[in-house]
């Protein structure tokens, strides 16, 4: 089975002028990705807008961006959605597709009930063998998939991480005292990835790599090999970054930032999302000359 560790970058989905998906320009920024030494790739996730992504969009760039890694790292696929029969379609497609693993996140709008999230996951890794790793992000969804719940998941075979972003150090620490020692938990923020690996995480999946691939690459390292020092050097040395990257809703701020770096072509995120405001715009562009980017 594949090992989840590291740092997996949240790859944004860039679109053309008229609004399709820029396949050219997803192929150079999953090479600037694995260039940079990024351990994973992870398309079609909240960062990639696939919430407004049709079905044979989500499809295109999963198999687009499998096809583009060429098993040169992890490809874990986003799958989940508040409907446990389409989340059961789109993580067939990804096994299908070739993804490594799916990401699922906890269904949104929906509000089930802890009982309704484990019979949720319990349906989909019943139906599609793939490995799963759970999505918690209540900012997003309204609902906290709680430790023992995530616990109780774990015992499902294919069930094998977590990518918590709740930013809750006392939650995470739960998950991980619960679950069995191989089940992987993933920092979901940017922010606490560090810590995560401090008290027994395995990486992250993160949207400041979109802009900064090498450095939030080796702060994983570091914490992974048990070196804090440079760890936590790292850490701060991206901080400004991290916190530039939600001057917005994401994505907002990484495609703008990768537009100003000449990544991308256009940075208009897909509506109801929309552009940035000038004043955010001129924030984010002096983070981005103070790591070097601009």
């Known amino acids: 089975m594949t090992t989840f560790s590291g740092a997996y970058v949240a790859i944004i989905t860039p679109f053309t002028d008229d609004g399709a998906v820029n396949v050219q320009e997803l192929t150079e920024l999953i090479e600037f990705q694995i260039d940079g030494g990024t351990h994973g790739i992870v398309p ?3 960062t990639g807008e696939s919430a407004t992504m ?3 969009e989500h499809h295109l760039v999963v198999e687009h961006t499998i096809k583009t890694v060429a098993k040169r790292v992890p490809v874990v696929a986003g799958s989940g959605s508040n409907s446990t029969s389409e989340s059961i379609e789109l ?3 990804a096994k299908t597709a070739g993804a490594d693993g799916a990401l699922m996140i906890t269904p949104y709008y929906n509000k089930p009930s802890q009982e309704g999230l484990y019979q949720h996951f319990k349906k989909v890794a019943e139906a599609v063998d793939i490995p799963i790793i759970l999505y918690n992000v209540p900012s997003r969804t309204s609902i906290n998939m709680l430790p023992e719940t995530v616990a109780r998941c774990a015992q499902i075979p294919n069930i094998v991480g977590i990518k918590e972003a709740t930013a809750d ?3 995470i620490s739960e998950v991980i005292r619960l679950c069995p020692d191989d089940f992987m938990v993933l920092s979901g923020d940017d922010f606490t990835s560090m810590a995560t690996v401090a008290i027994g995480g395995k990486g992250l999946i993160s949207v400041t790599s979109n802009v900064a691939p090498a450095p939030m690459a080796k702060m994983m390292e570091a914490a992974l090999a048990g070196d804090f020092t440079r ?4 850490h701060y040395q991206l901080f400004p970054l991290m916190k530039a990257m939600f001057y917005d809703t994401n994505p907002v701020p990484a ?3 990768l537009a100003m770096m000449g990544k991308i072509s256009a940075a208009s995120p897909r509506l109801p999302l929309w552009t940035m405001s000038e004043a955010n715009r001129e924030r984010l562009a002096v983070a981005l000359k103070d790591a070097g980017l601009i």
């Open 44 to 46: 079609c996730g909240t």
């Open 54 to 56: 049709s079905h044979e």
């Open 91 to 93: 993580t067939r497609h």
């Open 169 to 171: 150090l006392n939650q």
């Open 231 to 234: 760890a936590r050097e790292l």
């Open 255 to 257: 495609k703008t930032a």
